[in-house]
């Protein structure tokens, strides 16, 4: 009776161990659907098509890689605000999102008519929509499609935080050596195989002082170099650069593309930067401002000019609106009149579902409680920059 006993019991824990292996198969084939469905989902937020020629409505909210030589070359001294630059090194990728802003001027680019005047595209938008990022999309194309990029990554530091101002030998003006010595670099880095390439030459002799000068015919690369080795003459190098492209660009040797983020700061009441007698001077005063006016002006071809707004581009009191009108001035507004204004404005219901998507296939959403996305929809009122910062916790 014992060993039957015994015997029975061995059975009904094969038994149960049965039952549970079964479930666990059921289990197993009713989940493998929903993961199939979950991984068809990740390829919904990616496009493989990391030319941003070919992008299209097609692409509008899904994310695209950028080659990392090509984010070397175009955003090592700028470009892609410092969140962002973050979790590109967190993620280990250079992801962008398309979206139609940089579509719309994508297609203005693409159509332009480039023997006409230089046309002005303004974008503008609230703070944290994506103004820098969508700019960053546009630069990526001319980086591929042979522009020589004249970027300004972020004007307002030369107005609010110079490495270091000087009196300038014109009398009255302030001169930002070191600012314009990194410019130079920034230059030299996004264009120095597209400038060996073309080999662009200048077109008169620059006398530096009684020992130094640049002859004519040197290459631009040389003019550049000589800046850059001679901080002194760094500002007066840059002058002659902008001059020299508006010159070879509308004899049609080259086009350019100028992109400057932030373009209200050189039309600012002030900056914070100050003068032998204490006093704050305005940026006309800043001689880094006027070679940057000179190539936004529309008094030559070949090239197009993309400038951005922001409140963030202003100082205290200065902020209630971000409508161009308003933040450029009369005078800055007068400046790019005629120009085409782009809007960019918060994340579209389809923008913010890939986004999401893509910070949960990047493991950065770890904690996903019911309701979690329509919590962060409310919550950042789908705010690019504002929904960064919320995700971060999660």
């Given at each position: 009776m014992k060993m039957?006993?015994?015997?029975?019991?061995?059975?009904?824990?094969?038994?149960?161990q049965l039952q549970r292996n079964v479930l666990q198969l059921s289990t197993n084939a009713e989940a493998s659907p929903v993961e199939g469905t979950a991984a068809a989902s990740v390829n919904e937020f990616r496009t493989?098509?990391?030319?941003?020629?070919?992008?299209?409505?097609?692409?509008?909210?899904?994310?695209?890689?950028?080659?990392?030589?090509?984010k070397k070359q175009i955003f090592t001294g700028g470009g892609l605000p410092k969140?962002?630059?973050?979790?590109?090194?967190?993620?280990?990728?250079s992801c962008l999102m398309v979206r139609s802003p940089a579509l719309e001027l994508l297609h203005y680019i693409k159509n332009a008519d480039l023997t006409k005047p230089v046309v002005r595209y303004v974008l503008y938008g609230d703070n944290g929509v994506g103004k820098t990022l969508t700019m960053a999309h546009v630069l990526h194309y001319g980086a591929i499609n042979d522009f020589l990029l004249v970027h300004v990554p972020w004007a307002p530091n030369w107005m609010k935080r110079p490495k270091e101002a000087s009196n300038a030998t014109q009398e009255g003006m302030l001169d930002l050596p070191f600012d314009a010595a990194a410019w130079l670099v920034h230059f030299k880095t996004q264009n120095a195989k597209l400038?060996?390439?073309?080999?662009?030459?200048?077109?008169?002799?620059?006398?530096?002082?009684?020992?130094?000068?640049?002859?004519?015919?040197?290459?631009?690369?040389e003019l550049v170099e000589h800046g850059i080795a001679r901080i002194k003459?760094?500002?007066?190098?840059?002058?002659?650069?902008?001059?020299?492209?508006?010159?070879?660009?509308?004899?049609?040797?080259?086009?350019v593309m100028v992109a400057i983020d932030g373009f209200n700061a050189f039309f600012h009441p002030e900056t914070r930067i100050f003068s032998d007698n204490k006093q704050r001077v305005t940026p006309d005063r800043i001689t880094l401002t006027q070679p940057f006016l000179d190539i936004t002006s529309y008094d030559w071809t070949n090239g197009v000019c993309i400038l951005s707004v922001d409140k963030l581009a202003?100082?205290?009191g200065y902020m209630d609106s971000y409508m161009p009108r308003y933040l450029l001035g009369t005078a800055g507004f007068?400046?790019?009149?005629?120009?085409?204004?782009?809007?960019?404005?918060?994340?579209?219901?389809?923008?913010?579902?890939?986004?999401?998507?893509?910070?949960?296939?990047?493991?950065?959403?770890?904690?996903?409680?019911?309701?979690?996305?329509?919590?962060?929809?409310?919550?950042?009122?789908?705010n690019p920059y504002t929904l960064m910062q919320l995700v971060k916790s999660l």
């Open positions: 039957f006993r015994k015997h029975l019991g061995n059975l009904s824990r094969v038994s149960t493989a098509v990391a030319n941003p020629g070919e992008h299209s409505a097609l692409h509008v909210a899904k994310f695209y890689t950028i080659p990392v030589e090509q969140q962002y630059e973050l979790q590109i090194k967190t993620f280990t990728e400038l060996q390439q073309l080999q662009l030459k200048t077109s008169k002799e620059y006398v530096w002082s009684k020992r130094e000068s640049t002859p004519a015919g040197s290459t631009l690369i003459y760094a500002t007066e190098t840059t002058v002659a650069l902008i001059s020299e492209l508006k010159q070879l660009s509308t004899a049609g040797q080259c086009k202003m100082t205290e007068e400046h790019v009149d005629p120009f085409v204004p782009v809007h960019v404005e918060n994340y579209t219901d389809k923008e913010f579902h890939s986004y999401i998507n893509y910070y949960l296939d990047r493991h950065w959403i770890n904690k996903t409680p019911k309701g979690f996305e329509e919590q962060l929809k409310f919550m950042s009122n789908k």
